[in-house]
């Protein structure tokens, strides 16, 4: 396989659910002792211009991370990156992932990182990724992959389909996006709204037309495929791998499915073939999936330990009072779309105060404390005192089972981040670089944050050696402007001091 053309390049950002932590503390909620993300050896197969080691590597100054990629051109991305930056502890280097051993990367890996990558290749490549996982996970490792799945990606590749018989004779990808998008408008206004076809192509071009050209380019234009989860699980059983979790945030609670799905997944032992019903009935398009080795014992009920050693901060919006004792119930609504209600006056608390302090990370110990104190104030103390002594039990379950929803991040270290801008405002280095030449930032929490042009002009500047009088004469922006910014970078977990 040869480098490709070089025509438009990937969007050269960072993917929330890679990160080496998130990784590990998905393992450990089902029992594999996974490497702690302070210490450990990191793979990204098609790593494009590198984003994503970079930003770990920078939070994660003691464990290794190594990048590689068929693109010299993404690879020279990731050098000048890496460069400006004086990041250390990353390798990036040009390789087609069929050449991969491990004398060429330099040994075993306690996490290995395949995303964007799988359903842009062919069989062939599809085998090795599996085979590299196998070969060079160490043992409690934990390998994660992305791909489009079916049924759901049926319906994408109708639109599809009809972009690239529409553009065949189009080079320049430009025009290709341009002309794709127009033949896809052209389709869903000649369908309608009054039936599925028509809704499923006009909601497929809103898709689009929320990303950008980069994006449309590379899932749309260039050759993909999509496979059954069961079969990519059970290529990944043939080389000693098994289906440990999700590493997306889920967003198909049980309790949300019909009675007479819940009966049937009741009935099943093998999580495999639950997970694939589940995408039948839930018409699923990707995943982001990890597979561990298969002689790892794998406890399907979580573990509260993991929140008892943790990180946790809150990552939803909650509706309603929280800080009020009272015994109305709040929602949390969580940014994939997920709601819970939580009507228990002594949990509704610690969720507003973990709310209040967001992006900031707390211990369980600290929150319960924190919530602890502020009962002591309230005239509600006494009558609440029972719940106070059950309180860490209860909140531990509660963060638990709400931190697989993305409704709180559960991290196994505590990265530095602060939402309260110092005198003199720092922003996370690798959000600097980035504001230069793109609108988003990556986070804290290896998100991607999008950026206004005032947002990227102050961000580019937040080194700590400028006050806010020099952010506003630097930027020509008012000292409104500034604030908001701040204001708003630092609750999204841009800035570290
Ligand atoms: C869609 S991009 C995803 C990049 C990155 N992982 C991300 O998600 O942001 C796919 C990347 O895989 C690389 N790639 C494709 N085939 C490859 C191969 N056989 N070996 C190594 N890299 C490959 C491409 O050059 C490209 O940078």
């Known amino acids: ?5 070089p025509l438009l390049t990937y969007p050269n950002r960072a993917h929330e659910a890679t990160h080496c932590d998130r990784m590990g503390v998905r393992a450990r909620l089902l029992g594999v002792a996974a490497a702690s993300a302070g210490k450990c050896r990191v793979l990204d197969l098609g790593c494009a211009g590198g984003a994503n080691v970079v930003a770990m590597a920078l939070d994660l100054p003691e464990s290794e991370f190594v990048g590689v990629d068929l693109s010299s051109k993404e690879i020279a991305t990731g050098h000048a990156l890496i460069e400006t930056l004086g990041v250390k502890n990353v390798k990036l280097s040009v390789a087609n992932v069929m050449d991969v051993t491990r004398a060429s990367v330099g040994g075993d ?77 052209w389709l869903a206004d000649a369908v309608g709204d009054t039936t599925s076809y028509g809704r499923d192509m006009a909601a497929e ?15 749309h234009f260039v050759d993909t495929s999509a496979a059954y ?18 590493s997306e945030a889920t967003t198909t609670p049980l309790e949300s499915l019909v009675p007479s799905v819940r009966d049937l997944l009741a009935k099943l032992d093998d999580p495999v073939k639950v997970e694939q019903y589940i995408d039948f009935v839930t018409d699923r398009r990707f995943r982001a999936t990890l597979f561990c080795h298969a002689d790892r014992k794998v406890n399907r009920v979580l573990d509260v330990g993991v929140v008892e050693s943790g990180w946790i901060s809150a990552a939803c919006a909650i509706e309603g009072d929280a800080l009020d004792l009272s015994d109305a119930h709040v929602t949390l609504a ?88 110092s005198e003199r405002p720092i922003a996370r280095p690798i959000a600097r670089e980035q504001a230069k030449d793109d609108a988003i930032a990556t986070n804290v929490w290896h998100e991607t944050v999008g950026m206004t042009p005032i947002d990227r ?41």
């Open 1 to 5: 396989m040869s480098e490709a053309p």
């Open 109 to 185: 890996f306690d996490f290995i990182v395949a995303h964007g990558l799988y359903s842009w290749v062919d069989k062939a490549a599809q085998a090795k990724i599996l085979a590299i996982f196998g070969e060079l996970l160490a043992p409690n490792g934990v390998a994660y992959v992305s791909y489009n799945t079916l049924p759901g990606w049926y319906t994408r590749a109708k639109a599809r389909d009809l972009m690239l018989y529409h553009t065949a004779s189009i080079a320049d990808p430009h025009k290709k996006i341009e002309q794709g998008l127009a033949s896809l408008k």
């Open 205 to 219: 071009l809103a898709l689009l037309r929320a990303t950008n050209e980069g994006y449309i380019f590379h899932e």
């Open 229 to 246: 989860f069961h079969e990519v699980a059970a290529a990944a059983r043939a080389v000693g791998l098994q289906f440990l979790v999700e």
């Open 334 to 421: 969580s940014p994939q779309g997920a709601r819970a209600q939580i009507a228990q006056p002594l949990l509704k608390l610690a969720f507003g105060i973990l709310a209040t302090r967001a992006p900031e990370p707390m211990t369980l110990a600290a929150l319960v404390e924190a919530t602890r104190a502020r009962l002591a104030l309230s005239p509600r103390a006494s009558a609440l005192a029972d719940a106070a002594t059950r309180l860490h039990a209860e909140l531990a379950n509660a963060i638990l089972r709400l931190s697989m929803f993305g409704f709180v991040k559960l991290r196994g270290f505590a990265p530095k981040v602060t939402a309260l801008p």
């Open 457 to 497: 002009a102050v961000v580019q500047l937040l080194d700590g050696s400028r006050d806010r009088d020099a952010l506003v004469r630097e930027t020509k922006a008012s000292r409104a402007e500034i604030e908001a910014t701040l204001a708003r970078m630092g609750r999204a977990g841009v800035l570290v001091g």
